[in-house]
T-cell receptor, first 113, second 116 residues
Framework: GNSVTQMEGPVTLSEEAFLTINCTYTATGYPSLFWYVQYPGEGLQLLLK?????DKGSNKGFEATYRKETTSFHLEKGSVQVSDSAVYFCALGGGTSYGKLTFGQGTILTVHP | DTAVSQTPKYLVTQMGNDKSIKCEQNLGHDTMYWYKQDSKKFLKIMFSYNNKELIINETVPNRFSPKSPDKAHLNLHINSLELGDSAVYFCASSQDFSSSGANVLTFGAGSRLTVL
């Protein structure tokens, strides 16, 4: 079955530091990959997505590239801000999943001034 | 305008009680979902409905019963609540359940259930 593995958190960074959150997946077929973000007290919202190999998703300074050869979709940002503090979820969908998203375990990011 | 709204936001109740959480979406989407988020933030799908028809029913106790009166609403009723049911329950919707990929979900703000 499908599965998503994210790097363990929590991650604590200073403002303007470089961020990487690793995500690898196992899937049948040709899935789409997503990063969702959950700010404190809120629901999840889509951060970025990629629907095929070598696609790069980007939004709000965050980027992730769909790497089929390494089954990875790592999230990166060159310079984090305090407002980026949130929980980040890597997710997999499409293929034979009938709309269902399979989520990673989430990575808590805290950015200090 | 709230796209996916859930009520109540907080629910505290005793073991053994029955409770319901309601969800409504005004996006015109065909597909709705219930996800459960545990205390470690892990998210797992429970149910999905497409145009009022059940399409995903994960391994969930029979005490949980979803109901979709129309495609804009998906309610979750829980009987005989147990301590382990304490979690945040998220409703979500998507345009459809197409397997073509890029199926973006819009989530509600969550309903935090605490069973004492």
């Amino acid at each position: 079955g499908n599965s998503v593995t994210q790097m363990e958190g929590p991650v604590t960074l200073s403002e303007e530091a470089f961020l990487t959150i690793n995500c690898t997946y196992t899937a049948t077929g040709y899935p789409s990959l997503f990063w969702y973000v959950q700010y404190p007290g809120e629901g999840l919202q889509l951060l970025l997505k990629a629907t095929k190999a070598d696609d790069k998703g980007s939004n709000k300074g965050f980027e992730a590239t769909y790497r089929k050869e390494t089954t990875s979709f790592h999230l990166e940002k060159g310079s984090v801000q305090v407002s980026d503090s949130a929980v980040y979820f890597c997710a997999l969908g499409g293929g034979t999943s009938y709309g269902k998203l399979t989520f990673g375990q989430g990575t808590i990011l805290t950015v200090h001034p | 305008d709230t796209a996916v709204s859930q009520t109540p936001k907080y629910l505290v109740t005793q073991m053994g009680n029955d409770k319901s959480i309601k969800c409504e979406q005004n996006l015109g989407h065909d597909t709705m979902y219930w996800y459960k988020q545990d205390s470690k933030k892990f998210l797992k799908i429970m149910f999905s409905y497409n145009n009022k028809e059940l399409i995903i029913n994960e391994t969930v106790p029979n005490r949980f019963s979803p109901k979709s009166p129309d495609k804009a609403h998906l309610n979750l009723h829980i009987n005989s609540l147990e301590l382990g049911d304490s979690a945040v329950y998220f409703c979500a919707s998507s345009q459809d359940f197409s397997s073509s990929g890029a199926n973006v979900l819009t989530f509600g703000a969550g309903s935090r259930l605490t069973v004492l």
